[in-house]
Every structure is written in structure tokens, then in C-alpha cells.
């Protein structure tokens, strides 16, 4: 078989199926306990555990997740069936120092801002909103990655305008939503890495990004709602400055950092997500046994019995509703008994 043969798809993953398990408390009190960096009473799966609400007024995100689309900004999007995703098309503008020419406000006032159509608080879940598109990752957007990343260099008076204006928009977007919902917590996006290193230097973040970010954070602590960070890459050199400048609840970061490292050291402080390989779980040569293996090497590795704080909490991905059930009731079973005497 040639490459050029092998098709490329996009996997949708399958909702958590009914495990039927009686548990001793709550999802919610035991996402709570994790979040708060309490030990819980077994290994959460924060996206079963999670009920996310959103504001139809705010568009700040690709308007559409599954056609060409735009934002509040104007930004293109195309979309790709092979990747099941909307990517941004175009530049706005080259230069970072035209920002205030192109960039265009939206007036919020002149959105009906109110909860979604038959929003309904499931009081077994904790509750948040996705945070897409920070404030690197908007400027890319705008301007294209090549164009965003030389404007760090060679403008850095432009980019910090840039970005202290862009805290202050997010800020009202999620102040208007925290008026609708008691959100237990905000998932904030903002890549800052590759697979091998930061984007940027430490310098330059500490320089341009990290006091309009930690001004979103305290926005966001000030309404008592707790943070958890997204940031793709292998951004370890950030994580001194995000830990004890930042000082988010949650890290959903990638698994190429040192999560157990994080924990060991932050763990009293911060709670990781943890991604379990896709290569195990979608691989139906593992078998049941091994998946339940697998589910127990986690718990072992990175559970609240051998690392500080909480341990890790998961995001399990499957498209094969019994392979799913059979991992995560092993993983809740197997941390509930190692986690017993804690």
C-alpha cells in the first residue's frame, strides 16, 4: 500500500455510556474535591463529569464547528471533512501595528445576552464554558501564524497594545456569561507551544503575555470561578511562571509534559487533566484485559495515592461503547480501593 492510498478521517468520539455504578457521592462532589485539590474518592472523567454552557450572543469562536464559517471579527473559516474542523483562512493584516485599524469591536449591547434555549443545571455535574481563542491565538488569527510570531520580535509595543485590549474584551464577554450562569469553572485556550518546545521564549511571554493574561484570570477569580488552562504543546518552560504567576486550578496541557513531575511538585496548588494513549484505547488488538491493565498503570502513576494534591483527572476519548465502559469502571474502581485510606 502506497501513502497515497491510506484515506485520513476524522474519529468522532461517543458520549460516556451509563456505567451503572453506585457511587458513594456524586460526580459533582467528587470533581469538586478534585478541582479544589482534595483528594477524591476515585479518578474523575472531567468530560462526563462536566456540563458546559454557552451564550449564543457570544461569537468570539467560529460561529459553525461543522461548515465554512466566520466569527464576530470577520475571520474566515474553511472547513475540512477530513479533520472534522473550521481553520482560519486569510489574513487580516500583516503588520501588527494596523491592528487598530482592522480590529472593529463588537457593541454587546446590542446582543440579547441570556442562557441558552432550554439550558437545564444538572445538579450531578459541575458546570463551565470553553474559553476558546486566547490572546496569542487570536492574534494569529488575525494575522497569520508566520506574520504573528515576527511581530513578537520586532514589535513588542504593538503586540502588548494588542493584547491588553484583547484581556479587556474577554473580560467583558465573561462577565456578561458569569451574570447568566454559576459557572463552577472556565476553560481558557491559549496554545503557547509545538511538540518539541514554546513558540516563543520565556522572556517574550513573561514580557507580552503574561500580565494581560493574569488579568483574565483574576476576572475570572473575582466572580469565584475556578480556571482550568488549556495550552497545547510541550510548554514546561512556561509552567514556573504559570504556576506561581497565573495560578490556575486545572492544566489541561499535553501528555509529551511531565505530568507527574507537575504533580509531584504543584500538586497542593493545581490539578492536571490526563490524556490516555489513543494508540491503547482505539487499538481492538488491546483487549478487555488490557485496557483494564492500562486503566490501572494510571490510576498507579498518577493518582492522588502517589502524587500530591488530587492526582490527575482524565479525558477519555473512545468510539467504541463497550471498550469505554470497561476502562473507565476499572479506572473508578481500582482508584476508589487505592484511594480508600488517603
Keep these: 500500500m502506497k501513502c497515497s492510498d491510506i484515506k485520513v478521517s476524522a474519529i468522532k468520539p461517543i458520549a460516556p455510556p ?59 473559516y474553511i472547513f475540512s471533512e477530513t479533520y472534522g474542523t473550521p481553520t482560519p483562512e486569510g ?28 439550558f437545564k443545571k444538572n ?11 486566547g490572546i496569542f491565538e487570536r492574534m494569529h488569527m488575525f494575522m497569520g501564524f508566520e506574520n504573528a510570531l515576527i511581530a513578537l520580535l520586532e514589535d513588542p509595543d504593538s503586540c502588548k497594545s494588542f493584547f491588553n485590549a484583547m484581556a479587556d474584551y474577554k473580560i467583558e464577554i465573561f462577565n456578561r456569561m458569569a451574570d447568566i450562569y454559576d459557572f463552577d469553572f472556565v476553560i481558557y485556550n491559549d496554545d503557547w507551544g509545538t511538540a518539541k518546545s514554546g513558540f516563543f ?20 477569580r473575582a466572580r469565584g470561578v475556578k480556571i482550568e488552562f488549556h495550552n497545547c504543546g510541550k510548554i514546561e518552560q512556561f509552567i514556573p511562571d504559570i504556576m506561581e504567576e497565573l495560578k490556575p486550578d486545572m492544566l489541561e496541557i499535553q501528555v509529551i509534559n511531565d505530568i507527574r513531575g507537575i504533580m509531584d511538585k504543584y500538586g497542593d496548588r493545581v490539578t492536571c487533566e490526563y490524556a490516555p494513549n489513543p494508540f491503547i484505547l482505539y487499538d481492538m488488538d488491546v483487549d478487555h484485559e488490557g485496557l483494564r491493565k492500562y486503566a490501572r498503570d494510571i490510576v498507579d502513576g498518577f493518582g492522588a495515592h502517589v502524587t500530591g494534591g488530587a492526582g490527575v483527572v482524565l479525558n477519555l476519548n473512545f468510539n467504541d461503547a463497550e471498550r469505554y465502559r470497561v476502562f473507565e469502571t476499572e479506572i473508578i474502581e481500582y482508584s476508589m480501593k487505592q484511594y480508600a485510606n488517603l
Design 18 to 76: 451509563d456505567l451503572g455504578l453506585d457511587l458513594p457521592i456524586s460526580e459533582r462532589e467528587n470533581f469538586l474535591k478534585a478541582i479544589n485539590h482534595e483528594k477524591p474518592m476515585w479518578m474523575a472523567n472531567q468530560y462526563r463529569t462536566t456540563q458546559f454552557a454557552l451564550c449564543k450572543a457570544n461569537q468570539d469562536m467560529p460561529r459553525s464547528m461543522n461548515s465554512a464559517t466566520d466569527d464576530w471579527f470577520g475571520c474566515k
Design 91 to 118: 489574513i487580516m493584516f500583516e503588520e501588527i501595528s494596523d491592528w487598530e485599524k482592522y480590529v472593529k469591536w463588537p457593541n454587546m449591547d446590542d446582543y440579547v445576552w441570556e442562557a441558552s434555549p432550554n
Design 123 to 133: 445538579p450531578n455535574k459541575v458546570l463551565a464554558t470553553p474559553y476558546g481563542n
Design 201 to 220: 521564549s520565556v522572556d517574550t511571554m513573561e514580557e507580552l503575555l503574561l500580565e494581560p493574561t493574569r488579568r483574565i484570570f483574576d476576572a475570572f
